[in-house]
């Protein structure tokens, strides 16, 4: 019994062994590039947040055909300040640890797309 739970463990060990062995992993880009198109899609977001007037009633008008009249409004502004809070967030805090860290926009924390015009 012993040997069969040995055996089982080790073969577990063993199961993580192969990905240690790659030949690559993957590949990060310089952190000045991440920065820089950290920066760039924080100043896009911030400048297209208008945008969401449009994109936000299209949605709602077909997630919601009957009542869009109601969710329209608390959805722009929900969205529109997710969209200005995520583009601060890119400007001021994401380039001081982008390149230890991951570059997720917060956006994608509210199921928002990366930008306005993108299909959610």
Not at 28 to 36: D, G
Request: aromatic letters at 14%; charged letters at 25%; a neutral charge.
């Amino acid at each position: 019994m012993e040997k069969k739970v040995m055996l089982i463990l080790s073969g577990f060990l063993l199961l993580g062994a192969c990905s240690l062995f790659a030949a690559e992993s993957v590949k990060k880009e310089n952190a000045f590039k991440q920065i820089v198109s950290v920066e760039k899609r924080g100043a896009l977001n911030f400048f297209t947040t208008p945008a969401e007037l449009v994109y936000t009633f299209k949605g709602e008008k077909k997630e919601h055909p009957k009542a869009w009249p109601l969710t329209y409004v608390p959805r722009f502004f929900m969205n529109s300040a997710i969209r200005i809070g995520s583009s601060v967030n890119d400007i001021l805090v994401l380039p001081w640890y982008v390149a230890v860290s991951d570059d997720m926009p917060l956006t994608r924390h509210f199921e928002l797309p990366d930008y306005v015009w993108e299909k959610e």
